[in-house]
């Protein structure tokens, strides 16, 4: 059912880092990707060992006077016990997901930018371990996606925490904390938790004008609290979303919560 509903709505690739990928074992995420593949959906972020896990997702776009080839990375941060009990990572002999190591990814996009340093570079981190939590307000992770801009990226785009993030503009490039969730099958802590139920989609744009290539990012916020919506995600305006940011009682006293840094 699930490839149908991706082929039907023309998905080109997935992202498969998430702390659920190695659930039920390698033999199956292999298999999962083996389907996916073989309907002509790719993947990337894990694989049959470590060189596989952390090769970028390309696809080139054609234009009337050049191309551009866009690279997009991936990667799980984790806990430590994917690592060590749970065997989730790709490792040099053994298939997983591909390891949010800082270091390798920095030397990943420094390659790829001195051989193709016209070409468009997105990291797309999954954060494991931060439910329901800003995950800009983790200096960690503001310092990690701030040294893949500085490395060469062109953008962030996180996700994994099941609510979104703020947005920050840092050296005129865009770092996206936290899309949340979309179609997710959990009734949500949201309530619970004093978190705003929300969550955003991210429109990456990259077209050519007049020759040079130019990037533009949209971010529309929906209403993904599935006990209130029924399990029915929506679009709603900045308005409704600033109140919802204004409602969340982990405000600071002395400012409220924006979507933008």
Known sequence: MTLKVLKKLKVDAVSLP???TMDFGSEVM????RLLEENNIHTYGAGINQGEAEKPYKFTLVGEKSSKNVYIFTGMKAEER??????FMATNNS???NNLDNKRM????NYYRTI???SVIIINPHWQGIDYQWANEFSDIRVMCREFIDAGADMVIGHGTHMLSTIEEY???????SIGNFVFTSPGRYKKLGVPPCSLITKVQIEENDGKWLIKDEHIPIFTDNRRSKFKPYIINNDELQTYLNKNKNNNKDMQ???YL
């Open 82 to 87: 994917y690592h060590t009990e749970l065997n």
């Open 116 to 118: 193709d340093p016209e």
């Open 106 to 109: 920095i030397k990943q996009i």
């Open 171 to 177: 050296k005129g490039k865009r770092i996206v904390y």
């Open 30 to 33: 292999l298999e999962t990707k």
């Open 18 to 20: 998430n702390n659920h």
């Open 95 to 97: 298939p997983g997901v």
């Open 257 to 259: 919560k924006k979507l």
